[in-house]
C-alpha cells in the first residue's frame, strides 16, 4: 500500500516551513517566487493532494 504524502513530506523535501507550503497552497501571504516555484516543483513531483476532510475543517 502506497502512503500518502503529507503537506510534512512536501516541507521537508521542499526544504522550507509547513507554514510555507500551506501559504503557498491557499495563496494567503506572500512568498517569493523562488520558493513558491520550488514549493510547487515538490507538489506536481510527488503527486500531493490536499486532504479534503482536513480542508472542510478549516
Known sequence: MKSTITIKDVAKKAGVSISTVSRV?????PVTDE????VLD?????????NPLARSLV
Not at 515538490?42 to 490536499?50: M, R, W
Open 25 to 29: 497552497i491557499n495563496d494567503s501571504k
Open 35 to 38: 520558493v513558491k516555484q520550488k
Open 42 to 50: 515538490v507538489i506536481k513531483e510527488t503527486g500531493y493532494i490536499p
